[in-house]
């Protein structure tokens, strides 16, 4: 049973460039999350997507940032016209439900440089 | 709002030694607490979770964590540390939501 699956592992970017990250959850998964960690600091949340809808972005930066969950096809995060301190790993996490009894399954993330 | 807050960023154990990761919590409802660990270039791997049930809980790996109440805290320990150990260990918190509130994370680091 294969996990969350993030794709790329590394990503790197030129200032200005747009950067997506594409993540698949686990099978029978419907609830995605994306987590944004800085250097020396703990993941923060940025948002929470069921197909088709996004629930929750309280996370997200107004501006510059967007993400999807289509029907078909991975969860996508989109940065455009990246900056430096975009530089992060990000990761990706599935659930079945939304309870504690739904533990988050975090993905192996995508490191983000923005040189 | 919740928070968490892990005292102290690095710590280095010997071999067979007790491993003593420190978590305090600010809640505003009874809260659910996790304690998730990362390897290097990995994703994070729930350890063990605290809901309201046994205080005292049991997880991966031979770690267990405390939830005391009346100090706000939810320690993790293992009794006796493998090099295996050797990672970067989140204590979060969530009030029943889907949302996680991380802390910034003790690197513990284990000599032979």
């Known amino acids: 049973n294969a996990g969350v699956m993030q794709n790329p592992r590394h990503l790197v970017r030129r200032r200005g460039q747009e950067a997506r990250l594409r993540c698949s959850p686990m099978?029978?998964?419907?609830?995605v999350y994306w987590y944004r960690q800085l250097p020396e600091e703990g993941l923060k949340f940025m948002v929470y997507?069921?197909?088709?809808?996004?629930?929750?972005e309280s996370g997200m930066p107004k501006e510059r940032f967007s993400a999807e969950f289509p029907k078909e096809g991975p969860s996508i995060l989109r940065i455009q016209q990246v900056v430096r301190g975009d530089s992060a790993a990000y990761f990706c996490a599935s659930s079945r439900g939304t309870s504690y009894n739904s533990p988050l399954h975090f993905g192996n993330g995508t490191r983000l440089t923005v040189t | 709002a919740q928070s968490v807050t892990q005292l102290g960023s690095h710590v280095s154990v010997s071999e067979g030694a007790l491993v003593l990761l420190r978590c305090n919590y600010s809640?505003?409802?009874?809260?659910?607490l996790f304690w998730y660990v990362q390897y290097p270039n990995q994703g994070l791997q729930l350890l063990l979770k605290y809901t309201s049930a046994a205080t005292l809980v049991k997880g991966i790996n031979g770690f267990e964590a405390e939830f005391k109440k009346s100090e706000t805290s939810f320690h993790l320990t293992k009794p006796s540390a493998h090099m295996s150990d050797a990672a970067e260990y989140f204590c979060a918190v969530s009030e029943g939501d889907y949302k996680l509130s991380f802390g910034a994370g003790t690197t513990v680091t284990v000599r032979a």
């Open positions: 809640s505003s409802v009874p809260p659910y």
């Open positions: 997507l069921q197909k088709e809808n996004i629930i929750d």
């Open positions: 099978k029978g998964h419907s609830h």
